[in-house]
C-alpha cells in the first residue's frame, strides 16, 4: 500500500507564485516603455510633420507614479541656434557630385499630375548669384532676408577656384554649388546659367528664378518684391528684335531654323517661371547643336540664347519681354552700365530705379514698379546702402 503523498506545506505556493508574477510585472512594464519610447521617437521626427493632426502629437500620459522600475524620460532638446537652422534648412548644402549630364538630366523631370498640392507646397524665389568670388555685397542682401525663411532659395556659381565661405549664419552658407570656370562673352556663361537653374529645378518649391551678378541688388523690400515675382503670370526675359542684336545672326543659325525674324537679343539678368526654366534646361534641339557648336564664331550668347528660345517656342503674352533688373545705360562706361559708389545712393536713386525707363506693364496693366532689382554697385558703396537699407527695404511693404 502506498503511503499518501504528503500535502505542501503552507505557504509554498505562494513562494512559486510571486516570482512569475514579478517576470509578468516587469514584461509589461518594459511593454509600455518601448510603446511610449516608439511613439514618441518615430511618430514625432518622422510621421507627424506629413500625415497626423496636432492633436496626436500631444505627449502620451505618463504611467503612475505606483509602477516601479520606470525609465526616467529623455530631457527635452536644447534650442537649435540660428546657424544650426540654417544648416537644417538647406540640408547638406547645394554640393552634389552630378556631372551636368546627370544634373540637367534630373531637373528636367516634371511631374505626370498636373495639380499641385498647393495647401503642401510654398512657392519660393530662387536667387541665383553668378559671381567670381566672394558676393562683396552679401551683408545687404542678409538684411534683405533676414525673417522670410521658407520664402527664397538661394545658389551661387562661382569660381571653382574660389576657397572662402560666407560666415555660419548668413543664408549665403553652404549654397554654392559645383562650379566650373567661366570667362566673359564665352559660351561657358551660358552654361553657368543652365548649371543654377538645374539646381534650383531639384527643389519643387522654386517658382521663381532670378538670375543675379555680384553687383546687383534688391530694391524693394521682400515682402514686396516676391509678392511681385510670384504674382506675376509671365516671365520677364528682355527680349527684342534690334539693329544691334541682328547683327550676330549667321547664315549658321538659318541653316539649323534659326531665321532672322525669330533671333533676339536682351540683357542676361532674366527672372522666368518654372516652366520656362524647364524648357532651358531640358533644350537638346538648340542649345548644344547650335549655340554651343562654336562654328558660328558668336559671342556673347548669353545675350541671345534665352531670348530667342522664348521666341522660338512662342511664349509670347507669356513673357514681358522685359527685364526687372535695372542698369543705367543712359551713361554706359564702353560696353557696360555706369557703376554706383557709395556718394550716389540716395533714395530718389532707388525711386529712379524702380520706375525703369518709362512705362511698362505687369498682368495686363500698367505698373508703378518695373525693376525690383538694380545694377551695378560697387563694393565700396555697402556701407551707404547698409546706412539706407531701413528705407529702402521699407518700400512696398
Known sequence: MKKPTPAPRSGSGRVAVVPMLLVFCLAYVLGLVSNVTFENFYVHNFLSPLLLPASRLQTPPTTPEAVPCILPPLPPPEP???TERRRMESGSGAMHNMTDEELLWRASMVPRIKSTP?????????????VRGDVPLRPLWDKFFDGHEGLYSIYVHTSPDYTGSPPPDSPFYGRIIPSQRTSWGNINLMDAERRLLGNALLDVANARFALLSESCIPILGFPALYAYLTGSNTSFVDSFDRRDGRARH???FAE??????????????????????????????????????GKHGVRNLEEHYPMTLASLLGWGRRNANRTVTYADWRHPVGQHPKSHNGSEITEELFEEMRRGYGDCYYNGGVAEVCAVFARKFKPEALDALLELAPKLFASGN
Request: charged fraction near 25%.
Open 80 to 82: 537649435t541656434p540660428s
Open 256 to 293: 539649323r531654323n534659326i531665321s532672322l525674324a525669330q533671333w533676339r537679343k536682351g540683357a542676361q539678368w532674366f527672372e522666368m517661371d518654372r516652366a520656362l526654366a524647364l524648357e532651358v534646361v531640358s533644350d537638346e534641339t538648340y542649345y548644344g547643336p547650335v549655340f554651343r557648336n
Open 118 to 130: 498647393k495647401h503642401r507646397i510654398v512657392p519660393k524665389v530662387a536667387f541665383l548669384f553668378l
Open 250 to 252: 549667321r547664315e549658321f
